[in-house]
């Protein structure tokens, strides 16, 4: 080290002037920006190693601490089997039962489960509700002889008097009428006659969409309908004796909570052999009191063995 | 065949696309399959239109034909219309059981008595629909099968969806008809219009997604969960706040899509009010001011605004009640008394 050419040199702070000198060997000036960094940077790595040493001294020791955890554990669970057995449950092969107390987030889960089903329960009985802020959500679904339909909503406002804030029925159900008569005196029948109404509804369209797709082939023309499906009107073919005759019906719903007719007039042309005008009435019957399209599928069957018969 | 009709095929036969055509005549089913063969869909529309019009003449088509396939064509491209919304009431209470044949007989028989010269064409379709073609005339001239209003009614509803074009002066006659027709009392206009007529039908039968708060489990959507991959030194600083936008926003929305309407306008009929030292109309006058929001698909994109962060969520009730109040008019008139602000006319 020379100090008095050290001493001249760090007034001089141009970098290329310190490369020069480092080329010199003559870098290591106590005074040095270089040296000083340099020494900085040594500190830091031994820090750094040093940390690094102190924070695998604590994972191991975290380590150590979950196994004795888990052995513990296991200890415990063992000391309780054997406890099981001289109790004399050997009967049960091996299989032992969990410890007696289930833990409170079993039970949590399992009360949470059943309240689960049980507003399923409500969903599928076919009205079911929620409350909101401002009033209540009712959810009435419908249904017609085993098949689940559409669903459909009412928001109904409760703070002053009650009224339908929103609703997703269809237009043509009368829910404007119903609400009138029952919604503000009795809310339980003001549901129970719109849910009439949707069922029905719903059992009507359902009985016409499967004429439609699944016998599609005995009726003559369209299919007359209307959007309540209170009214149908259509042709269709009855076979005696390997002869076709076209029957026109016309089937009246004249009560709107009810899916089956009021009123059937089934007619046969002029022509027709006279036995067929007792088919008519029997076909008439039937259509009063049976399904539409279970009522075809019955003809279908009786024509079979009715042809088949000599 | 009337050289009338013969033109008027013509011409709706260029109407339609050409890849179109020929699926549109069979749905026509006036002219055979056999006929159909011989004509060369490839060639120019302007050929393929001398064809069809030819066969026409060979099966002699007179109007009513010719008619029933400018229904089709606009049953199948509605949307070329502007349809208004028009609302029937009646007091009665009786059921309803709409008789089709009874319907048709009324309307034409009420129209026919006011105004002879009218060219009325019916088609039902499977949703109910029925769409009634009317071509206007005048005491002394024959219909203009060229200006036509078109009808479209679901039994049992009070809604009628009416595509007038032109000769509004025969409006009236045709509401009157209409209310002949179906039983009810009286007809009036709704401020509800737009080209899809789908999405018309969607607002009025509330057939659009609406969110009712239900305990029965919805199938989960997978669009609503964020993919968890990314780069996880990105940190979302406002995912709080994202979250309840999103939320506040279905609430609103619902979560399927949105009818289609082009527009909503809103007429302002309310004072101006500025700094009393500026002296601008200052509670002088209402201020007469129009605002028309209008858009490809106006209600989806009032529904991306918010997440979008153009627009603070939950937006204002002007803009969301539209479906809900069934219209897209609006007159916003001084609120008199003592809340300040607006209030939107029934």
């Known amino acids: 080290m020379e100090p008095g050419q050290g001493g001249l040199r760090s007034a001089f702070s141009l970098a290329g002037e310190w490369r020069g000198k480092m080329e010199e060997g003559k870098a290591y000036s106590p005074d040095g920006v270089f040296a000083h960094l340099e020494m900085l940077e040594a500190r830091a790595h031994e820090a750094a190693v040093k940390q690094e040493e102190m924070e695998e001294q604590e994972e191991k020791l975290a380590r150590l601490k979950a196994r004795v955890q888990e052995l513990r554990l296991q200890r415990d669970e063992l000391r309780a089997k054997v406890d099981l057995q001289q109790k004399g449950q050997l009967g049960k092969e091996g299989v032992v039962s969990d410890p007696a107390q289930p833990s409170a987030r079993a039970v949590l889960e399992w009360k949470i489960k059943s309240v689960k089903a049980m507003l399923q ?66 809310i339980r029948r003001f549901l129970s006659v719109l849910s009439d109404h949707l069922n029905a509804y719903a059992g009507r369209r359902y009985q016409a969409d ?49 899916s089956l007719p009021t009123e059937v007039t089934v007619s046969c042309t002029p022509d027709a052999p006279a036995s067929l005008a007792e088919t008519a009435a029997a076909h008439s019957d039937l259509f009063r009191r049976v399904a539409l399209h279970k009522a075809f599928r019955s003809f279908s069957s009786a024509e079979g063995s009715v042809d088949g018969a000599p | 065949m009337d050289v009338t009709v013969a033109e008027y095929i013509r011409r709706t036969v260029l109407k339609i696309p050409r890849d179109e055509i020929k699926t549109m005549l069979q749905k026509w089913g006036f002219l055979s399959e056999t006929q159909l063969q011989t004509v060369n869909f490839h ?67 009420r129209l026919r008595s ?18 009634i073609r009317i071509a206007w005339g005048t005491p002394y001239t024959k219909p203009n099968q060229y200006k036509t209003s078109y009808v479209v009614y679901h039994s049992q509803t009070p809604y009628v969806f009416i595509s007038v074009s032109v000769l509004k002066s025969n409006l009236p006659l045709l509401c ?57 030194r990105i940190i979302q600083e406002n995912r709080n706040e994202k979250e309840r936008i999103q939320r506040v926003n279905q609430e609103v929305f619902g979560d399927g899509p949105q009818p289609k309407l082009e527009f909503a306008q809103y007429k302002l009929e309310t004072m101006f009010k500025s700094d009393p030292k500026m002296d601008v109309l200052d509670e002088k006058e209402p201020f007469r001011c129009l605002v028309k929001f209008s858009s490809p698909h106006l209600l989806e994109s009032l529904k991306s605004l918010a997440p979008a962060g153009m627009a603070d969520a939950p937006l204002s009730p002007l803009l969301t009640c539209i479906p809900q109040k069934a219209r897209n008019y609006f007159k916003i008139r001084e609120k008199k008394g003592f809340f300040p602000g607006s209030f939107v006319s029934p």
Not at chain 1, 129 to 145: D, N, P, W
Not at chain 1, 245 to 253: A, E, I, Q, S, T
Not at chain 2, 66 to 80: F, M, V
Not at chain 2, 190 to 213: A, C, G, P, T
């Open chain 2, 176 to 232: 009157q008809a209409l209310v002949v027709a179906s039983n009810y009392h009286d007809i009036r206009e709704m401020e509800l219009r737009s080209h899809s007529l789908n999405s018309l039908k969607d607002i009025v039968f509330k057939r659009y997604s609406q969110n009712f708060q239900t305990y029965y489990p919805r199938p989960l959507q997978e669009g609503n969960v964020a993919p968890e991959s990314g780069d996880l």
């Open chain 1, 210 to 258: 499967q004429l439609q797709d699944r016998f599609s082939d005995r009726i003559e023309g369209t299919l007359q309908r209307n959007s309540l499906c209170n009214l149908l009107v259509f042709n269709y073919n009855v076979s005696r004796k390997s002869k076709t005759f076209p029957f026109n019906v016309r089937l009246l719903y004249g009560d709107l909570c009810c």
């Open chain 2, 43 to 109: 060639q120019i529309k302007e050929n393929i239109s001398q064809d069809v019009v030819q066969l026409c003449e060979e099966n002699s088509a007179d109007i009513k034909q010719a008619a029933a396939l400018d229904i089709i064509y606009n049953h199948i491209y509605p949307n070329k219309r502007v349809w208004s919304v028009y609302q029937m009431n009646k007091t009665g209470e009786e059921t309803e059981f709409f008789d089709l044949t009874d319907f048709k007989k009324k309307f034409k028989r």
């Open chain 1, 121 to 186: 329960i409500f969903y599928l009985t076919g009205i079911s509700g929620k409350l909101t802020k401002r009033g209540v959500c009712f959810c009435i679904s419908t249904a017609y002889e085993g098949t689940y339909l559409d669903s459909y909503h009412l928001d109904l406002l409760t703070k002053a008097e009650v009224q339908i804030h929103r609703h997703s029925v269809p237009v043509f159900i009368p829910l404007e009428q119903i609400a009138k008569k029952y919604l503000q005196t009795d």
């Open chain 2, 114 to 131: 006011a105004l002879k010269n009218v060219t009325i064409n019916f088609r039902e379709y499977e949703d109910n629909a029925i769409w």
